[in-house]
């Protein structure tokens, strides 16, 4: 009896470096073109778009769905130094001229582990930090956007959204990524097996 492949059943975590300019990640690591897969769980590269909004509305559809389990996103910091991992972000519009939501809360933040992404990129030799402030760019909107439509319940998807300085390099950018995409997969479970028919 043929039973075909094994579902894969490692949870997916979506990563996208959300400004199509930012080139400093590539999910994919060799000529195979198949993207870099963490410990226990895989990889849904998603790409960056100019529309932030639709980036926003796309993302939020992926966790709604259940077609990934956990979200990553990947840009740039304003701020020199180290790599930040942005805690919350703020009710605005992209323009920041208002609220975005006039129902919704002022602030939402991020459910990723900070502490444990800030050690692990520490351990990996990477300057980093925990950072409150939300900065005035794309990111920031689309993770609040994203956070704000999440449904109420005990069990929140791991969103996070991790910055590299303007002068990292390339595989520092990929090393800090993979590690903070790491840490997200230790959280996550594997997914259920499918019932019999």
């Known amino acids: 009896m043929d039973t075909g492949p094994r579902p894969d059943r490692r949870p997916a975590i979506a990563i996208c470096a959300w400004d199509p300019g930012f080139t400093a990640w590539d999910p994919v690591e060799d000529l195979s073109g198949d993207p870099w897969n963490p410990v226990g769980a895989r990889t849904l590269p998603v790409p960056g778009s100019a529309e932030a909004d639709a980036l926003a509305t796309e993302l939020s559809a992926l966790l709604a769905r259940g077609d990934c389990s956990a979200l990553l996103l990947v840009g740039r910091t304003s701020h020199a130094g180290a790599f930040r991992l ?24 991020a459910t990723a582990p900070a502490a444990e992404i800030v050690r692990d990129l520490a351990d990996a030799g990477l300057t980093a930090m925990a950072a409150s402030d939300a900065e005035e760019d794309a990111g920031s909107y689309i993770l609040y956007r994203i956070l704000n439509d999440l449904p109420d319940g005990p069990a929140s998807p791991a969103i996070g959204l991790i910055r590299a ?24 479970a594997p997914l259920p097996r499918p019932n019999a028919a």
């Open 165 to 188: 300085p303007a002068d990292a390099p390339n595989a520092r950018v990929q090393a800090a990524v993979k590690t903070a995409a790491s840490v997200i997969a230790r959280h996550l």
């Open 86 to 109: 942005q805690m919350r972000a703020e009710n605005r519009r992209l323009d920041q001229s208002e609220r975005l939501d006039h129902t919704g809360p002022g602030v939402a933040r």
